[in-house]
Every structure is written in structure tokens, then in C-alpha cells.
């Protein structure tokens, strides 16, 4: 039985004469680490762009739960925890890396005239998201740097200080551009590292894009090989290596 949490039917989205999705099937599942793969131009971007709702498909259906999610704008995908990174972000150089964290849990109750003056239920509930702020911060490898400004971090803890205020957005389904880009092989393999891990601990659906191959396949479940907008391989690192399209298309050299 198929428990996938994101279900792509029959995806299809041309540009002009060129097909740039075509006819892709793909299920996100809870906890699975997926790895999106292949060339610049072979559709891995307009097909991430499909799922956030950025595009619309020509033809096929996207479901979250079973629910037909097609035609839902991004702010209304987002809302139901399908969030792509580029969402969430902003941040804020001035303020704490907690106080960071906590922003992107939204308006909390203490914001609302309508309740501040019921002041036991309001700290209680402040006490909550902090509480909930701070085991994030724990699990993204953060916590020693909570009451840092958060300009102060460095590329690779930005990278995971957006990963953690995606958790704290209520975030189920992540979807992921080369998470490392601009890092050095040490730091991206501890931000892929820390992303493996939420994603198994939490039971996110993780969809990701990431050309360094060789630092990503450690840590992904399942990989898709896209090319020329159709997907040609599906399954473990270990196995998608093995199919000989997929080295002569996809990786050439880089497995040399």
C-alpha cells in the first residue's frame, strides 16, 4: 500500500513546443529523505516548482492526503505544511536565534487584543512556543546558540536556522533547492547531515535537489533521476548507481 503523504499523477507542464514535465508519477512518503537528480534542464526545477505551486500542471493532479491540491496557490500550500525553503527564509539579523525561531510560529494568542487580558492562558502559551522553539533548536544543532544575534551565524547555520524556523512553521512536506550551495564540504555535510535527521525523527516528507552527489547520496532514503522531463530512475542510492542510463546521462564523470 502506497502511504505517501504527496502523490504526483501524471505531471505534465510544457512551455511552448518544450515538455518541460512529462508525465511524472512520484509519491513523498513520512520520514523519507528524497533525492531529486539530473542535468540542468531536465525538469527537476519546474517539477519542484509544480508541487509548491508556483506553476500549475497542463495535465495530472498533485494530492496531499489524499486531497486534490492541483490548483491551490503557494500561500494556501504552505498553510497546510507543504512549504518550499525559499518561504521561510527571512530572517532577522538583529534579533536572537530563538526569538528567530519563534517568528515563524506566526501571531501567537499574546498578540491579540481580544485575549490579552486573560494573562494565564497567554503565558502559557508563550511558555509553549518556547518550549517547542527551543527542541528545534536542539534537533537542528542550534541550542548552544540561542541568544545569538542571528547575523552573527555563519552560512552553514543560516542553512540550518532556516531549516528550523520550517519546523516551527508547522511544516510536513519540505521541499529543497541544493540546501548547500556556497558551503564547504564539511558544513554542507553537516547541514545534509541534520536534515537527514529531522526528517526521520520529525517524519517530514523531504524532497531535495542537490548536485553534490557525492556528499547527499549518504544521506538520501529513495532518488528520482529526472532527464529531458521524465523521471528514468527510481530507488536506493545504491541501486539508481547501478542503471546505466542514469550514469551516462545523468552523472557522466562524476562517477568516473
Not at 494530492?63 to 512549504?83: A, C, Q, S
Request: aromatic content about 4%; some cysteine.
Amino acid at each position: 500500500m502506497d502511504d505517501g503523504l504527496v502523490k504526483c499523477l501524471g505531471l505534465e507542464k510544457r512551455f511552448g513546443g518544450v515538455c518541460a514535465v512529462d508525465g511524472v508519477d512520484l509519491s513523498l512518503k513520512r520520514g523519507v529523505f528524497t533525492l531529486l537528480i539530473g542535468p540542468n534542464g531536465s525538469g527537476k526545477s519546474t517539477l519542484i516548482n509544480l508541487i509548491a505551486g508556483h506553476y500549475y500542471p497542463d495535465r495530472g493532479r498533485i494530492l496531499m492526503n489524499g486531497k486534490d491540491i492541483t490548483h491551490l496557490k503557494p500561500h494556501e500550500r504552505f498553510g497546510i505544511g507543504l512549504v518550499r525553503t525559499f518561504q521561510t527564509a527571512r530572517h532577522f539579523p538583529s534579533l536572537t536565534v530563538l526569538d528567530n525561531v519563534l517568528m515563524a510560529a506566526g501571531a501567537t494568542e499574546g498578540e491579540s487584543i481580544r485575549v490579552a487580558p486573560i494573562r494565564r492562558r497567554w503565558i502559557r502559551r508563550e511558555m509553549e512556543l518556547t518550549e517547542r522553539a527551543l527542541l528545534i533548536l536542539e534537533l537542528v544543532g542550534l541550542d548552544k546558540l540561542r541568544d545569538q544575534p542571528a547575523g552573527k551565524l555563519s552560512g552553514g547555520q543560516m542553512k540550518l536556522l532556516e531549516l528550523g524556523r520550517l519546523l516551527m512553521s508547522g511544516a510536513r512536506v519540505i521541499l529543497m533547492d541544493e540546501p548547500t550551495a556556497g558551503l564547504n564540504p564539511v558544513i554542507a555535510e553537516s547541514v545534509l547531515s541534520h536534515i537527514r535527521q529531522v526528517v526521520s525523527e520529525v517524519g517530514l516528507a523531504a524532497l531535495i535537489v542537490e548536485h553534490r552527489l557525492d556528499l547527499a547520496m549518504k544521506y538520501a532514503d529513495k532518488v528520482l533521476a529526472m532527464f529531458n522531463g521524465r523521471l528514468i530512475a527510481e530507488g536506493s542510492p545504491e541501486q539508481v548507481l547501478t542503471i546505466p542510463e542514469v550514469v551516462e546521462s545523468y552523472l557522466g564523470e562524476k562517477l568516473s
